[in-house]
């Protein structure tokens, strides 16, 4: 088993900075992809931004050039720097870390961090 304990809670206005951390512990051993989903009131949850343990990101098309992710593998955590935010970016956001155990891939969620961005 993996957890996932997010920190970073924030209420911040528009145009102003955030960072949401996220530490694994556990079995954390074969982790592959970590990263960031969010999901507002009434919508569906949306990836945010992804890293793979070789570095590889990915981003949404809404946040790119805003959105940094970021990972130590060292110390089992991800790191998602906002910058330029939106109020369309308030939103629960989750911490997600993809496992490979044998043929499968299991999936490990975190309990969810809100932001608030205000206008």
């Known amino acids: 088993q993996v957890q996932l304990v997010e920190s970073g809670v924030g209420l911040v206005q528009a145009g102003g900075s955030l960072r949401l951390s996220c530490t694994a512990s556990?079995?954390?051993?074969?982790?592959?992809?970590m990263g960031w989903y969010r999901q507002a009131p009434g919508k569906q949850r949306e990836l945010v931004a992804t890293?793979?343990?070789?570095?590889?990101?990915n981003y949404a098309d809404s946040v790119k050039g805003r959105f940094t992710i970021s990972r130590n593998n060292a110390k089992n955590a991800v790191y998602l720097q906002m910058n330029s935010l939106k109020t369309e970016d308030t939103a629960e956001y989750y911490c997600?870390?993809?496992?490979?155990?044998?043929?499968?891939?299991?999936?490990?969620w975190g309990q969810g961090t809100q932001v608030t961005v205000s206008s």
């Open positions: 997600n870390a993809k496992k490979s155990s044998g043929s499968y891939v299991l999936v490990y």
């Open positions: 556990g079995s954390t051993f074969s982790i592959n992809d």
């Open positions: 890293i793979s343990s070789g570095g590889r990101t």
